[in-house]
Structure formats: structure tokens, C-alpha cells
């Protein structure tokens, strides 16, 4: 089993839509869950992180950490064209990064 | 602007030859990283340096080698390209390995194709 799942889409979405991504992991040793924004042809860069289970927003992102089920959400609200990307969930352990393979999220206008 | 410079951008080698791939950071970073994109296979990450000296294996570090020539260059070499290796490279840099919280910042990326 892998330490981090993720769904790779692709994942098509209308304007406007709330859209929900997902990842699964499987150590417990996980300590820090974070979400990369990654557009065509170029680095991932950070879009959130958070630390404990519950919820962490930041305009229209949401990130949700559910450590019992071990399972790590991100909402997107009014998704927008520009939103169009490849989302990466990732984790830290051991002061090593560990990466899903992301989902690659179309927003249709 | 700051964050990860790497070059070049694009590459294309012939089975067997060797290339260095550069990256530079100018955020006072002490560790840097070098990871491969694959379709399906996400980032795995190849070499990295905790700090400035010192370097350790990752997932996929058959078939590469690094030098960490400063605290701010840390360079990859392929030193017999396989067609394997054709890949997206990415090198990133964080303020330390055991603050990774904050996240890595990456650089553009390489894109390797081996014929």
C-alpha cells in the first residue's frame, strides 16, 4: 500500500462549482498535511498546510484534516477557470516531504 | 524576483551521453532537493542535501549523482543517459529539512527526453 493516494483525475468541473479533492495516507507518523498548486509546465508551488485534524481556510480554499480516518481534503469554492491545475496533496514526516500523485482539475467556463 | 533558478529548461541527449542539470537558490535555503515528475508516478524525489556539505540518496537515485557546490547550487548529472531517465526534473530548496512545514519552493523544472 502506498503511504499517500490520490486520485488522478482528471476532474472536470463548471464554473461556479464547489469542488472537493482527496487523499488518503496510511502512516501515522504523518505530522504536517499540505496542498500544492501546480499550473502546466511549471513547479508545484504551496497553497496551504495545516496541522492538526479539523479545518483551515483561506478565501476560497478550504483544507480539511480528518487524522482518525487518516483522509485530507481540499474545497475549492466559486471555482474559477484560473483554478485549472494540478493539485498535490503532501505530507511530512521525518523531515522528509512525502507527495500524492496529484489530480488534475479542469474548471469547464 | 527570488526562488529556484534552474537550467536549462530543455534538453535532449542521445542514449549514453551526460549532462549536468544546475539549480540555484538566492533565499538562504539550507536544503535543497531534486525530484523527477513521471505521468502516473508523481514527484519522487532523487537526491537531496540536508545542508550545505552533505548529500543522501532518496527514492529513485540509481543513475544520478549531485554536488552541493554552495549554499546556494546544488547540481544533478546523469552520467550515461538512459532513455529511463527521460523525465521532468524539478530541484527545490526549503529554510531546513527538519522545518519542512513550510514547504518547499520549487523551480520550474527540466525537461529531459533521452533518445
Sequence with gaps: ?109 | NAGVTQTPKFQVLKTGQSMTLQCAQDMNHNSMYWYRQDPGMGLRLIYYSASEGTTDKGEVPNGYNVSRLNKREFSLRLESAAPSQTSVYFCASSERAGQALWGYTFGSGTRLTVV
Design chain 1, 1 to 109: 500500500q502506498k503511504e499517500v493516494e490520490q486520485d488522478p483525475g482528471p476532474l472536470s468541473v463548471p464554473e461556479g462549482a464547489i469542488v472537493s479533492l482527496n487523499c488518503t495516507y496510511s502512516n501515522s507518523a504523518f505530522q504536517y498535511f499540505m496542498w500544492y498548486r501546480q499550473y502546466s509546465r511549471k513547479g508545484p508551488e504551496l497553497l496551504m498546510y495545516t496541522y492538526s485534524s479539523g479545518n483551515k481556510e483561506d478565501g476560497r480554499f478550504t483544507a480539511q484534516v480528518d487524522k482518525s480516518s487518516k483522509y485530507i481534503s481540499l474545497f475549492i469554492r466559486d471555482s474559477q477557470p484560473s483554478d485549472s491545475a494540478t493539485y498535490l496533496c503532501a505530507m511530512w514526516r521525518d523531515d522528509k516531504i512525502i507527495f500524492g500523485k496529484g489530480t488534475r482539475l479542469h474548471i469547464l467556463p
